[in-house]
């Protein structure tokens, strides 16, 4: 039987403000329905399953509420966790992962395997449909080889141009893929594996990946999870709104280092490229998305031009 209210005029609180939150939430439904969204759902924000769970349930409101969701996973810690279990070094230069044969092979496995069908499963658990697919697939990426990166020799000190591998570059992206999984009520998973002319697989960084397919896109919306709050200051407070020229700066005096380098480019790069705007978001906090999307308070670092 349906919990009834009471025989009083007044609806209990709770229920009160949870009708209050949906009416809240009724102008961004209106505003985002019929638009694409793509999200970036990284390898450390991915860890604990709760945080997975409420992910997929983010995914799947979004898209019950006509909004086209495309999801684009990283999984670099799964990736150097599988390689140290079979006794594989692995080294970053430039932020991407060095990758030989072997490597990509591993990556491969790991990326368009077990997490993206995790994914898949997560997605489904919470009554959505979900695709994987790679870059491979449909031939949605195509890649090129990435030519190398500088890096100073640890003894020398002198610079020198390191062979990266099998890392690409995504140099064209063929939507109809997603589209045609789109239309039919599908969400599609991609994994950053691409392909190239060469017809060999690459491996690429999923912030690249998914920053690609959202400029493709013309996405309303291109949000990545992560393991911060968004983009910090030196004082590590909350940047809540930044565009390409305040990047800029952040990257000249030092105050972004590490995986937030390539991310902030990736954004800048989506902004330019005909995304309205880039948002990094903390993965690890419960519905990150919703309330990004559907509240007045929204959350993390906004990125536009
Ligand atoms: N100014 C900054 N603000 C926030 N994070 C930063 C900053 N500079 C560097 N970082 C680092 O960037 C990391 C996020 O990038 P990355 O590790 O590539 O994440 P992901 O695997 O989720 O894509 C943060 O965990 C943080 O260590
Ligand atoms: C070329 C390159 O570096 N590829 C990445 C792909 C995964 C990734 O980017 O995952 P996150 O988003 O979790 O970091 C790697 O091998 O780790």
Not at 162 to 187: A, S
């Amino acid at each position: 039987m349906r919990p009834r209210m009471t025989s009083s005029h007044d609806p209990v609180p709770a229920l009160l403000a949870k009708a209050e939150t949906l009416v809240e939430a009724l102008p961004y439904m209106q505003r985002y329905a019929g638009k694409t969204f793509v999200v970036k759902y990284g390898g450390h924000a991915m860890g604990d399953p709760e945080a997975a769970r409420d992910f997929a349930e983010d995914v799947v409101l979004m898209k019950a509420v006509g909004i086209n969701v495309v999801v684009v996973h990283g999984g670099g810690p799964q990736i150097g966790a599988m390689l140290q279990k079979l006794g594989v070094e692995s080294k970053f230069v430039g932020g991407l992962r060095v990758t030989d044969a072997e490597t990509a092979k591993i990556a491969e496995m790991v990326l368009a395997g077990s997490i993206n069908k995790e994914i898949v499963g997560w997605i489904a658990g919470a009554g959505g449909r979900a695709v994987g697919i790679s870059g491979k697939d449909g031939g949605l990426v195509i890649c090129e080889k990435v030519l190398g990166k500088r890096e100073a020799d640890p003894n020398s000190g002198i610079e020198r141009n390191v062979d990266l591998g099998f890392v690409g570059d995504p140099v064209k992206v063929d939507r109809r893929i997603l589209d045609t999984l789109t239309q039919d009520g599908i969400i599609p998973v991609v994994a950053p594996v691409g392909i190239g002319a060469d017809g060999h697989t690459y491996n690429v960084n999923a912030d690249t990946m998914a920053g690609a397919i959202a400029a493709e896109l013309g996405a309303s919306r291109f949000f990545l999870l992560t393991d911060v709050a968004g983009v910090l200051d030196k004082d590590k407070n909350l940047l809540t709104d930044l565009d390409p020229a305040a990047i800029e700066i952040l990257q000249q005096n030092g105050t972004i280092s590490g995986g937030m380098i390539p991310k902030l480019e990736t954004c800048v790069k989506a902004v330019e490229g005909g995304v309205d705007a880039a948002v990094i978001l903390d993965g690890r906090v419960p519905h990150a998305m919703l309330l990004e999307i559907f509240t007045r308070r929204g959350a993390g670092t906004l990125i536009r031009r």
